[in-house]
C-alpha cells in the first residue's frame, strides 16, 4: 500500500532484487476494507489481509519505477507546485493582512510594480513614515529604477494617498512581521527561479521534449508536465489509457429511468497538475494560434449559445493535445497541424 514517499525504498529494492512489485491504491483499500468482515475498524493485520486480498482478485497496479532523470523531472516539479503554494501564501498574508489592516488605500496600487509595493510594505507599512519624508525622497527610497513618468506619477499618488490613510498604527512587533514576510516572499521567488531553470536543464536532456515545445501552447512548463506524466511513450497501447492518466475520460452514470438522458462528464481521476497545464495550453492555443483557433471554431460551430461551451470545447482541446503529445513521443517528431484534424 503506497503511503506518502514510505514505500519507495521498499519498492526500489524489491524491483533491484528482480521482484514483481504492485501495488493496491488508497482508494481501493479504503472501499473493501468493510467487505472482509463486514467492520469499518483499522489495524496491521486487517489492512495486510485487505491489501491480500485486493492482490488476489487482481485489483492492483503494476509499480512505476521509471529512470533516475525521469524522477529527478517529477521530484522538481513537485518541489516546483510546494513553492507556488508557498509564494501564493505570502502574498495573500501580506495584502490581505498587513496592507488591509494597516494601509488599506495602498490597495487599489496593488496589482502593478510588485517589487515596488513590497519595499513600501517593508520600510513604509506605517503611512505616517511615508509623509514625513518628501516625495522625492520617498521614491528614491522605495526603488532605484527609473520607471519613467508613469511610475513617477503613481509613487507621487500614494506619497499624497498615505497623508489621509485611516489603517492602524503598527508597532515594531508588526513591522518586523511585515519586513520578515517580504523577505521570505523574496527568498521563495529566488528559489522558485532556481527550481524552474534546473527543470528547463533537465526536461532539456530529453530528446522528446524539443518535440512536446514544438506544439503550439506548450511552454517550457506544460511540456516538462506533459513528458514527466507520460514517460515512456510505449506503455501506453491506446489513447483511451491515455486519457484515463489525465482524467479527461468520460464518464456517466446511466442507471434506471435517466439512462438514456445521462450526460457524459470528464471523470477528473487523473493526474490534475497534468489536466491543469493542459487546458492552459489549449486556452493559449485557441486564441492565439491559427490552426487551433480554427479548430476551436469549428468545434463552436451553431452552439455558441449553450451554457459552458467553450470551457468544454477547449476541455476537448486539451484532450486532443494529450494525444498529440504522445503521438510526437512515439514517432520522434515536430508538430504538423494535420495532427489536428486526424
Known amino acids: 500500500e503506497p503511503t506518502s514517499v514510505y514505500h519507495k525504498p521498499l519498492a526500489e529494492h524489491l524491483i ?3 521482484h514483481l512489485v504492485v501495488y493496491a491504491t488508497n482508494e481501493a483499500i479504503k472501499k473493501n476494507r468493510s467487505l472482509l468482515d463486514g467492520r469499518w475498524d483499522k489495524n496491521d493485520t486487517k489492512d495486510s489481509a485487505n491489501v491480500a486480498d485486493l492482490v488476489a482478485q487482481g485489483k492492483c497496479q503494476y509499480y512505476d519505477l521509471p529512470d533516475q532523470r525521469l524522477r529527478e523531472l517529477r521530484s522538481l516539479l513537485l518541489f516546483r507546485k510546494r513553492l507556488k503554494k508557498q509564494q501564493h501564501s505570502c502574498r495573500v498574508r501580506i495584502r490581505n493582512n498587513l496592507v488591509a489592516q494597516y494601509f488599506p488605500e495602498l490597495d487599489r496600487f496593488w496589482n502593478n510594480a510588485e517589487a515596488e509595493n513590497l519595499s513600501i510594505v517593508r520600510w513604509f507599512l506605517d503611512p505616517a513614515r511615508i509623509r514625513a519624508l518628501s516625495c522625492e525622497q520617498f521614491i528614491a527610497k522605495v526603488t532605484n529604477h527609473n520607471g519613467g513618468d508613469r511610475q513617477q506619477r503613481r509613487l507621487r499618488q500614494i ?3 498615505a497623508g489621509n490613510s485611516i489603517g ?3 508597532g515594531p ?3 518586523l512581521e511585515a519586513q520578515l514576510m517580504v523577505e ?3 527568498s521563495i521567488q529566488d528559489q522558485l527561479a532556481r527550481v524552474e531553470q534546473a527543470i528547463q536543464e533537465l526536461a532539456s536532456s530529453f530528446a522528446e521534449y524539443e518535440y512536446l515545445k514544438s506544439i503550439p501552447g506548450f511552454g517550457p512548463y506544460v511540456s516538462a508536465v506533459t513528458l514527466s506524466a507520460i514517460g515512456n511513450p510505449d506503455r501506453f497501447e491506446n489513447r483511451s489509457q491515455l486519457l484515463r ?8 452514470s446511466r442507471s434506471g429511468e435517466k439512462s438514456k438522458s445521462a450526460v457524459p462528464v470528464i471523470s477528473k481521476k487523473g493526474k490534475a497538475d497534468l489536466r491543469y497545464a493542459l487546458y492552459q495550453a489549449a486556452l493559449v492555443a485557441s486564441s492565439l494560434t491559427r490552426h487551433f483557433r480554427a479548430y476551436y471554431n469549428r468545434l463552436l460551430d451553431g452552439r455558441q449559445r449553450e451554457q459552458g461551451i467553450r470551457t468544454k470545447m477547449r476541455v476537448k482541446i486539451a484532450a486532443k493535445m494529450l494525444v498529440i503529445a504522445w503521438t510526437l513521443m512515439k514517432r520522434k517528431e515536430s508538430f504538423d497541424p494535420a495532427y489536428i484534424q486526424s
Open 245 to 252: 492518466l489525465a482524467g479527461f475520460d468520460l464518464s456517466a
Open 173 to 175: 512587533g508588526t513591522q
Open 159 to 161: 506619497w499624497e494617498t
Open 168 to 170: 492602524c498604527r503598527p
Open 16 to 18: 533491484a532484487q528482480g
Open 184 to 186: 521570505s516572499l523574496q
